[in-house]
């Protein structure tokens, strides 16, 4: 279980119980895999929101220095920390916060606890890929399908699309470029972290739409994609199922083993999510590859 400083769920997670009650909501729902569950309600890693930043996040972390006696336990009992890496200040750019935070926040962090093991969760900038670089081991990144798949002209395509509007938020294309090179690169510093959010159309397609890309329905398939186009399909296994579980420190999930088939298939315009439905990422396009049981 991830048991959050905050939540962008409601209500936040302010305690063990709700934390769990939030994960198997979740898993029920089928809506994403990002909480690991135990019987005994184990706690795996923090997930810190910074207030503001994205959906819910209104009782985010204010300033990062409130949180640091809890960092510092943290690193003594090698508990990983997980940052959605923006600002949320108004006089920054909007396609600057994650610069910015890396220069305000996560620099200061990284110093202030060397031994703290760190992942910024789904980085979308060039800055963001040589500041975890050039770090140590002990920090690392997640990055997603569709920001390696897209650049920001995807927000303003015939239109505004708001399905394609997700925070962080998509970027130039040398930024996609920079990601796109550090997933294949092999380093064991990257790996996958699909952010998926599948949010109601009802919220999305609004006068203030919510952020987020649903793309938990074919994330392997669209990560295929990237790493076939770069002629890199070696390398995505191990970005996929192998770096970040050492990151963290778990046993890589051996089963069920999955087929992947280079065989397009058309997406369908919608999914169902309770009395609503979900527009998933490239609704009623095609994707280039089929995922199966072996």
Known sequence: LLFPLTSPLRPP?????????????LCIRKCCAFYILDAAIKVYAVKLYPKGVTTNSESGVTDIKNVF???KEMAAIGMPLLIHGEVFTPTVDFFDREKVFLKEVMGPVVKANPKLKVVMEHITTKDAVEFVSKCGPLVGATITPHHMLYNRN????????????CLPILKREEHRLALVAAAISGSPKF???????PHPRSKKESACGCAGCYVGFASIQLYAETFHKEGKMEKLKAFLCENG?????????????????KKSWKVPDTFELGDDVVVPLRAGGEIEWTLSPL
């Open 13 to 25: 997670s302010f305690s063990l119980a709700l934390s769990h009650t939030h994960a198997r909501t």
């Open 69 to 71: 006696p809890a960092l």
């Open 154 to 165: 995807a927000i303003f395509n015939k239109g505004l699309c708001p399905h394609m509007f």
């Open 191 to 197: 790996f996958a972290g699909t952010d998926s959010a």
């Open 245 to 261: 579980s050492k990151f963290y420190g778990l046993k890589p999930f051996t089963e069920p083993k999955m087929k992947l088939e």
